[in-house]
DNA sequence: ATCCATTGAATGAATCGTCGTTCAGTAATT
DNA sequence: AATTACTGAACGACGATTCATTCAATGGAT
């Protein structure tokens, strides 16, 4: 019992403060936002954010690992409930990019909003989690090329950026426009016609 | 005489201001650049900027409006040159994206890291520039489904973010991995191939 | 032509507010 | 009582901005 309770403690207080900074990030980015600020919204005192994290950068850097694992333990799943082909697979691929995104506003903005920056200037981190991303997709696209169903002219690591890129500024719009989840199934709909006909093998 | 000299120095001196200023922020990004190092790279006095700017944020403001005209000047200028139909033109559209890039890394660097940034956490400044970008492929999309060439099911407005999207993350990939201009013609042909093929008209 | 007065662009050291981080003290738990 | 978790005020470094000062260029006066 107390083992359960230490730890679930830990774990809250340790999640709290992810939770805090992932509002805080995508409010006003993390350059702009104060460590106390963080701390406020996570409902603890700024010291007790040394005890679960080294410094600011590694509670960025914690905070895309953590989510960025929990996004791809989502998406695999759903992948492995899809009946059909690959384009099936892709499509729902996209639809669950977009989905997530409506379902966690905050996660949406501060991904696409601070992935760049900080995959560049937070010093020797490279972002192993948003490669599997990205790898997901890559292999999807390999299969659909085996099976014939996707044009095999086309390098998959570098059409697997492209979509990605497509998805990410048209969902960062998105975000960005308080607009509403209403049409986003739309836009949804839209962006993998557009890349899904981009991918088909021709006769 | 004197007038033209005046004007021209005047002129040198902003103008080594905001190509410093690129330099740098493309080197570290905005907000781990020190205004000092601008001044250095720029060869001025740290005082010197702000008899051009009224502070850091406005540089980067006149930098982005700056560089961003160019481009779109560059660009609408080659689109005249274009004869063929509109599947040509957005093609040449595409590859002078990316041609524009590999001439202009720190450029590249600077865009596809900080438009992002600075779109949302610069206050009040909606990046008119920008969508004037943007707005060149949204007219050429829209006159390609206007004269049969492309679907006309898709919104030119979301497709021409779409397509910016992909061809700036693949961008974004290329120019932070140091890799040789030379083969990136390549890239631009893929990812042209895959997204004027998902544009067009099918019978 | 020479000298002096005036200008204002440019400088860069000093200022001052702003955080990230620490740590001595307090509370909670066992 | 001892150990551990937490707190938040204080510290110190940092860096954007300011402003008193310099000095090269100009032009009017002799």
Same mark, same amino acid.
């Given at each position: 019992?107390?083992?359960?309770?230490?730890? !679930?403690?830990?774990?809250? =207080?340790?999640? !709290?403060?992810?939770? +805090?900074?992932?509002?805080?990030?995508?409010? =006003?980015?993390?350059?702009?936002? !104060?460590?106390?600020?963080?701390?406020?919204?996570?409902?603890?005192?700024?010291?007790?954010?040394?005890?679960?994290?080294?410094? =600011?950068?590694?509670?960025?850097?914690?905070?895309?690992?953590?989510? @960025?694992?929990?996004?791809?333990? $989502?998406?695999?799943?759903?992948?492995?409930?899809?009946? +059909?082909?690959?384009?099936?697979?892709? $499509?729902?691929? @996209?639809?669950?990019?977009?989905?997530?995104?409506?379902?966690?506003?905050?996660?949406?903005?501060?991904?696409?909003?601070?992935?760049?920056?900080?995959?560049?200037?937070i010093k020797?981190?490279?972002?192993? =989690?948003? +490669?599997?991303?990205?790898?997901?997709?890559?292999?999807?696209?390999?299969?659909?090329?085996?099976?014939?169903?996707?044009?095999?002219?086309?390098?998959? $690591?570098?059409?697997? $950026?492209?979509?990605?890129?497509?998805?990410?500024?048209?969902?960062?719009?998105?975000?960005?426009?308080?607009? !509403?989840?209403?049409?986003?199934?739309?836009?949804a709909t839209?962006?993998?016609?557009?890349?899904?006909? +981009?991918?088909?093998?021709?006769?």
């Amino acid at each position: 019992m107390e083992t359960k309770e230490e730890k !679930k403690a830990q774990g809250d =207080k340790r999640e !709290k403060i992810l939770q +805090g900074a992932l509002e805080a990030f995508a409010k =006003k980015g993390f350059y702009n936002t !104060k460590v106390s600020e963080i701390a406020d919204e996570a409902g603890v005192a700024d010291g007790t954010i040394y005890l679960y994290f080294k410094n =600011k950068d590694d509670l960025l850097i914690s905070l895309f690992e953590d989510r @960025m694992e929990w996004i791809i333990d $989502r998406i695999e799943a759903e992948l492995e409930q899809v009946e +059909g082909g690959t384009i099936e697979k892709v $499509r729902r691929y @996209m639809e669950l990019h977009f989905q997530l995104a409506v379902e966690n506003p905050a996660l949406a903005e501060f991904i696409t909003v601070e992935l760049r920056q900080s995959a560049k200037f937070i010093k020797e981190y490279d972002n192993p =989690k948003f +490669g599997d991303y990205l790898g997901i997709l890559k292999r999807l696209i390999e299969e659909g090329q085996q099976d014939g169903t996707f044009r095999e002219d086309l390098d998959s $690591r570098l059409v697997s $950026r492209a979509v990605f890129g497509a998805l990410d500024e048209v969902l960062l719009q998105l975000t960005l426009s308080a607009e !509403k989840p209403s049409d986003v199934s739309l836009e949804a709909t839209q962006v993998s016609a557009l890349l899904i006909d +981009g991918l088909r093998a021709r006769e």
